[in-house]
């Protein structure tokens, strides 16, 4: 059972804010402060510090933090073990859009088949989204192509995916030795702050010193599948992995932009709490994805 003291320093962790923190306890602030006091004294270091008038955790205290979450989260995967009354296989996890909408119709299919009885539960969501059930404990591993803490997150590859621009059939290059630059002019279509999609072009871009912004139109868009109908239709360019297009591109009703300037990979990572107790099993369930 998780420490009441460490509950307290999680709470603060989420708000930086004794007094919030306070109010979510329904404790007072002086019993939050001694709380925190307690840990300190006991770990012999300072968890948090103050930036001007905003609290910050130290090294320890992010160290702790992380340590804290996985057990949390140990904790309520053994509650839900525990409260079973089969032998039943139950499987909580999630991904990320893409990961979800291209790739786990296929892996979750020939799971089922090879494990009829299991129990699974995926919920489809963007990186940060997912990163936040798994700090909660709402599930117990992800799928994702977004980047992600590794100080927080134990990892395993599932592959590395090529991340390129898309137009519709009838979009035309009128210039040679195509450059990012040369887009501005377009509307870009784009996924939610949040999403992995978007993160890895806005990472990409500041390497260049450029930004998302430098497009004339940006339309956002939570949806994979609207994105590839609206690209389809002319309303504009967006940036995917090829993986989630390569479907249009052979039938043709999506084209390839060859840039000079844009040759990008990036890892698809199955992911869960750094230091779990579980991740033997984890580890397990995800060769059977494999399969």
Same mark, same amino acid.
């Given at each position: 059972? $998780?420490?009441?003291?460490?509950?307290?320093?999680?709470?603060?962790?989420?708000?930086?804010?004794?007094?919030?923190?306070?109010?979510?306890?329904?404790?007072?602030?002086?019993?939050?402060?001694?709380?925190?006091?307690?840990?300190?004294?006991?770990?012999?270091?300072?968890?948090?510090?103050? +930036?001007?008038? @905003?609290?910050?955790?130290?090294?320890?205290?992010?160290? $702790?933090?992380?340590?804290?979450?996985?057990?949390?989260?140990?904790?309520?995967?053994?509650?839900?073990?525990?409260?079973?009354?089969?032998?039943?296989?139950?499987?909580?996890?999630?991904?990320?859009?893409?990961?979800?909408?291209?790739?786990?119709?296929? #892996?979750?299919?020939?799971?089922?088949?090879?494990?009829?009885?299991?129990? #699974?539960?995926?919920?489809?969501?963007?990186?940060?989204?997912?990163?936040?059930?798994?700090?909660?404990?709402?599930?117990?591993?992800?799928?994702? +192509?977004?980047?992600?803490? @590794?100080s927080g997150y134990d990892h395993q590859k599932y592959s590395d995916e090529e991340y390129i621009a898309v137009a519709g059939p009838e979009y035309i290059v009128r210039e040679k030795g195509l450059?990012?630059?040369?887009?501005?002019?377009?509307? $870009?279509?784009?996924?939610?702050?949040g999403s992995g999609t978007r993160e890895v072009l806005e990472r990409c871009l500041d390497a260049q010193n450029l930004s998302v912004r430098d497009f004339d139109r940006i339309m956002e868009v939570?949806?994979?599948q609207t994105i590839k109908e609206l690209t389809k239709a002319g309303c504009g360019i967006t940036f995917l992995y090829e993986t989630a297009v390569k479907k249009e591109l052979r039938e043709g009703?999506? @084209?390839? #932009?060859?840039? +000079?300037?844009?040759?990008?990979?990036?890892?698809?990572?199955?992911?869960?709490? @750094?230091?779990?107790?579980?991740?033997?099993?984890?580890?397990? #369930?995800?060769?059977?994805?494999?399969?």
């Amino acid at each position: 059972m $998780l420490d009441f003291r460490m509950e307290t320093f999680l709470t603060v962790c989420q708000f930086m804010n004794f007094t919030r923190a306070s109010e979510k306890l329904n404790i007072t602030q002086p019993a939050v402060s001694q709380h925190i006091h307690f840990l300190e004294k006991h770990y012999n270091t300072k968890l948090f510090r103050y +930036e001007g008038k @905003k609290l910050r955790l130290t090294g320890a205290g992010e160290i $702790l933090r992380n340590a804290s979450l996985t057990m949390m989260h140990d904790e309520m995967s053994m509650q839900s073990e525990m409260k079973k009354t089969e032998e039943t296989e139950e499987i909580r996890f999630g991904a990320t859009r893409t990961v979800g909408d291209v790739l786990m119709g296929r #892996i979750l299919e020939k799971y089922v088949r090879r494990y009829p009885d299991a129990r #699974i539960q995926m919920i489809v969501e963007n990186t940060q989204e997912l990163l936040s059930c798994l700090d909660e404990g709402r599930i117990d591993f992800a799928l994702v +192509e977004g980047f992600f803490q @590794k100080s927080g997150y134990d990892h395993q590859k599932y592959s590395d995916e090529e991340y390129i621009a898309v137009a519709g059939p009838e979009y035309i290059v009128r210039e040679k030795g195509l450059r990012i630059e040369n887009l501005f002019q377009e509307r $870009l279509l784009l996924r939610e702050p949040g999403s992995g999609t978007r993160e890895v072009l806005e990472r990409c871009l500041d390497a260049q010193n450029l930004s998302v912004r430098d497009f004339d139109r940006i339309m956002e868009v939570g949806s994979l599948q609207t994105i590839k109908e609206l690209t389809k239709a002319g309303c504009g360019i967006t940036f995917l992995y090829e993986t989630a297009v390569k479907k249009e591109l052979r039938e043709g009703s999506l @084209k390839r #932009i060859q840039l +000079e300037d844009f040759q990008v990979s990036h890892e698809f990572n199955f992911i869960w709490r @750094k230091g779990s107790i579980y991740a033997d099993r984890y580890k397990a #369930i995800f060769r059977r994805f494999l399969e």
